[in-house]
């Protein structure tokens, strides 16, 4: 599992940061990819990295701000011209389903594929459940209907100790699927218990990644001990004012959000044109005064998630 960062800017494009685009890679998991917010130039950047278009599962849109959707139409449209077939899923504020089919009846622009609509209210809470994933939502503070969301990732299956297994003279094969499963064998006259020989369930992993939002009490909600939060930082500690009156937050409020969810990593994105290198560097700092494993992102960078017990962040 890993977030790469496809546009880490605020408001319109610099030549140093592109509009929010955020990928979550879920390619040994599942072989798709989420994306979260696509801002203008987003399938540009998606053209430097790795990911193909058609391996997009489902787009979860934060709010309808022009920075976070002008990118939407021209990506599902390249989707379809590069053979993508499958069928996508877009989650998002109400409005966005009208704001695609208006941009795609207006282009007279065909999809090969079926779009589907989720829409989103306060109301909403668990918006997608499957066995390998749980998706939960929540209303931020933005003065336009802006979204956090939470992805839970389910517990993994312990992992069969193949070498106690070889060390017995059991051979490779069905058995070892039998045993994977906790069932008990015979083999050479003994009764072998699975599992006594699979390890314990690793716990899934949490990424948080939240829309523009000042300060508030359902970011500490979704945010509640994840492996990551991605949090907006687009005004530093002495704008706290400009912040509120803007509907943002600040680099320190982002992290008193992290420190108190007790989240393990704190990335800051959505940096103003305003900031350039330095600038920005100061934010990270200003953010580990108070919470000390924050990181600030640029273009393209990629965050692996490890499982609590593998090290990392």
């Not at 500490?220 to 939060?229: G, M, P, S």
């Amino acid at each position: 599992m890993e977030i790469q960062f496809l546009g880490t800017g605020a408001g319109v494009p610099a030549k140093h940061r592109n509009v929010t685009g955020i990928a979550l890679k879920l390619l040994d998991e599942r072989n798709a990819v989420w994306l979260f917010d696509c801002g203008e130039g987003t399938q540009l950047q998606i053209l430097k990295s790795s990911i193909r278009p058609r391996k997009i599962e489902k787009i979860f849109i934060t709010h309808l701000h022009g920075d976070h959707i002008f990118g939407l139409p021209g990506l599902l449209s390249s989707r379809s011209f590069q053979g993508g077939t499958e069928p996508l899923e877009i989650y998002g504020p109400v409005g966005v389903a009208d704001f695609v089919k208006t941009s795609l009846r207006v282009s007279q622009s065909r999809l090969s594929y079926p779009l589907k609509f989720i829409e989103l209210t306060k109301e909403n809470d668990v918006i997608f459940k499957d066995k390998q994933f749980t998706v939960r939502c929540n209303i931020l503070d933005h003065g336009i209907t802006s979204f956090g969301y939470r992805i839970e990732e389910s517990a993994h299956e312990g992992e069969l100790q193949v070498e106690k297994l070889q060390a017995l003279g059991i051979p490779s094969g069905p058995l070892y699927g039998k045993l994977k499963r906790g069932e008990t064998i015979v083999f050479d006259g003994q009764e072998i218990n699975g599992q006594a020989f699979v390890g314990e369930r690793k716990p899934g992993r949490i990424v948080t990644i939240l829309g523009d939002t000042r300060k508030t009490k359902n970011s500490v909600t979704l945010a509640r001990r994840a492996d990551v939060l991605v949090h907006e930082s687009t005004f530093n500690k002495h704008e706290a004012k400009m912040a509120k009156a803007y509907f943002h937050s600040t680099s320190q409020q982002a992290a008193e959000v992290a420190k108190e969810a007790q989240v393990k990593q704190l990335i800051l994105t959505h940096i103003s044109a305003r900031y350039l290198t330095k600038e920005a560097y100061q934010l990270q700092e200003e953010a580990q005064e108070i919470f000390p494993n924050t990181k600030i992102v640029k273009d393209m960078d990629i965050i692996e998630i490890p499982f609590a017990n593998e090290g990392g962040a």
